[in-house]
Antibody
Framework: QITLKESGPTLVKPTQTLTLTCSFS??????????VGWIRQPPGKALEWLAL???????RYSPSLKSRLTITKDTSKNQVVLTMTNMDPVDTATYYC???????????????WGQGALVTVSS | DIQLTQSPSTLSASVGDRVTITCRAS??????LAWYQQKSGKAPKLLIY???SLESGVPSRFIGSGFGTEFTLTISSLQPDDFATYSC?????????FGPGTKVE
């Protein structure tokens, strides 16, 4: 059974850097084809894809946020970390991490999600 | 970036109704479109991938179709547990993008 859980601060001040950790079990990020992504959702708004890291350390970022985002993995700890610099109140959102399964017979996107972590940006 | 639009934004329906939601892409995504269900305060749940493939464990009343730029999600007979928000997502090219969502109430 795959589980993911986001952790990090619930409140950050404007201009600060946000660091979120996704701790997972039930799969390994050393398995070929596996990925872990980050998605956010401002209150009452749509989902927004942020970043994705693969087993081979291939990284993909949202172009609109690329200058502010860094995604890394620690395979031995079963963790993926997302950092976002220069936080602004508009970044207030629930941040989710999610598992991208390996391509076996067909490509699937995110099949398992964490419960989400609400991050509020306010002074 | 590929933009996704959904219609309607809100849909009022009753148990037993056949419900159809449309997702349109600003350019072709081939068949690489997924549908998620999200309930208030919960994470999205994958329902459909590759436009029409049913995720394991998802009831067969959820039917996906389409190719290229136009896709539909149909719930053949709406059940009480189906009142939620439904979002499409393209994973044909980066950056992956989501639609704005359709609330079924």
């Amino acid at each position: 059974q795959i589980t993911l859980k986001e952790s990090g601060p619930t409140l950050v001040k404007p201009t600060q850097t946000l660091t979120l950790t996704c701790s997972f079990s039930g799969f390994s990020l050393s398995t070929s084809g596996v990925g872990v992504g980050w998605i956010r959702q401002p209150p009452g708004k749509a989902l927004e894809w942020l970043a994705l890291i693969y087993w081979n350390d291939d990284k993909r970022y949202s172009p609109s946020l690329k200058s502010r985002l860094t995604i890394t993995k620690d395979t031995s700890k079963n963790q993926v970390v997302l950092t976002m610099t220069n936080m602004d109140p508009v970044d207030t959102a629930t941040y989710y991490c999610a598992h991208r399964p390996p391509l076996i017979t067909v490509s699937r996107p995110f099949d398992s999600w964490g419960q989400g972590a609400l991050v509020t940006v306010s002074s | 970036d590929i933009q996704l639009t959904q219609s309607p934004s809100t849909l009022s329906a009753s148990v037993g109704d056949r419900v159809t939601i449309t997702c349109r892409a600003s350019q072709s995504v081939s068949s690489w479109l997924a549908w998620y269900q999200q309930k208030s305060g919960k994470a999205p749940k994958l329902l459909i991938y590759k436009a029409s493939s049913l995720e394991s464990g998802v009831p067969s009343r959820f039917i996906g179709s389409g190719f290229g730029t136009e896709f539909t999600l149909t719930i053949s007979s709406l059940q009480p547990d189906d009142f939620a928000t439904y979002s499409c997502q393209q994973y044909n090219s980066y950056p992956w993008t989501f639609g704005p969502g359709t609330k079924v109430e």
